[in-house]
């Protein structure tokens, strides 16, 4: 069975059109958004879309565009934001500002954040996807602490930063957040990911942690947890080749869901099984896994 997922507003054919193989039809079940629906909810409305120059946030991109509202694209790459700009107010009523930023850089966060704050009609929805990940051993990391301080910058420090400037504006406007965490974030730290999972970790965890103080003012707070996405992020990892992904069109209809559904989390129906597995076989996972680390020598 071939599903694939379409989105009239995206003229791009590379590995965002990923076609599922039977596995993962059933593992990422259809997610069906009715888009009348998400054009009345978001006519009007002004969002924030962090990492919005490729993969999931690009997609976001796209199937928000087709919307009546403001988009506020952020990324390093400003030539992707306005490709993305053009295509998407070619063939919409959506508007599209388009600001480049390194998010990790203070002064580029200061433009983001005094652009926001002087937004004549506020601020709706803050979508916190930007993110980098980095795959490597630990003995390959002993002179590179950096891996961890560029990890934690962009993936926990500069959503962190960024919050806590609109949460006044989020305020006003009664408004969403929406952290695209990892399903890692709820399961058994995988090795050979240490300064991602910590980072993506942080964040999840301060996000919830804030949560019911945001939802106490009347502030929505969603946290989408994704399996592996078919993304240029993923891409380089050669063991995620033939692994089962989700496709970054797929996951950005759920990050539409999360804005229709106001959920408090969405994850894939199977987590729970990772979940009560990591409680239940952590012991057995920690004494195996050095030996089968060991065995593929993939510690030298
Ligand atoms: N792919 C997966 O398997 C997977 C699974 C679970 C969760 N996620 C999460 O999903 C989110 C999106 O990832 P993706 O898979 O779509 O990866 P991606 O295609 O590499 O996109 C990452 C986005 O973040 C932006 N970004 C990175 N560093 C930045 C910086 N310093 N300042 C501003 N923007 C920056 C990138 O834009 P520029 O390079 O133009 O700056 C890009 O738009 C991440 O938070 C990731 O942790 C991904």
């Known amino acids: 069975m071939k599903k694939k997922a379409n989105n009239s507003l995206n003229p791009r054919r590379d590995i965002t059109m990923h076609r599922y193989n039977l596995i993962e039809s059933i593992l990422f079940p259809p997610t069906h958004i009715i888009k009348n629906k998400l054009r009345n909810s978001l006519k009007g409305k002004t969002i924030l879309i962090t990492g919005a120059s490729s993969g999931i946030g690009e997609q976001v991109a796209y199937l928000l565009g087709d919307t009546n509202s403001h988009l506020i ?9 306005q490709q993305i700009k053009h295509d998407i107010e070619k063939k919409s009523t959506a508007s599209v500002s388009v600001i480049r930023a390194d998010l990790r850089n203070k002064e580029d966060l200061e433009t983001l954040l005094n652009f926001l704050h002087q937004l004549p009609d506020g601020l709706d929805i803050v979508i916190s996807n930007a993110g980098h990940s980095i795959q490597r051993p630990i003995l390959h990391s002993l002179d590179r602490f950096h891996d961890v301080t560029r990890t934690m910058n962009i993936n926990f420090f500069a959503p962190v930063q960024l919050l806590l400037s609109v949460i006044p504006l989020l305020h006003k406007k009664q408004g969403q957040i929406i952290n695209v965490s990892t399903i890692n974030a709820l399961l058994i730290p995988f090795p050979f990911w240490a300064a991602y999972q910590a980072s993506k970790s942080a964040f999840d965890t301060w996000f919830r942690s804030a949560a019911p103080e945001l939802n106490a003012i009347g502030i929505t707070t969603t946290t989408i947890y994704l399996p592996l996405v078919k993304t240029p992020m993923s891409l380089p990892t050669a063991a995620y080749q033939h692994a089962p992904a989700m496709s970054a069109q797929h ?39 050095p030996k089968i680390i060991k065995k593929r020598g993939k510690s030298h």
Do not use: C, H, T
């Open 73 to 81: 694209l952020v990324a390093r790459r400003e030539d992707k934001l």
């Open 251 to 289: 996951a950005a209809k759920l990050i539409g869901k999360a804005i229709l559904l106001k959920k408090r989390n969405i994850r894939p129906w199977w987590l729970i099984n990772g979940q009560l597995g990591s409680i239940l076989f952590r012991g057995l996972y920690e004494k195996l896994m």
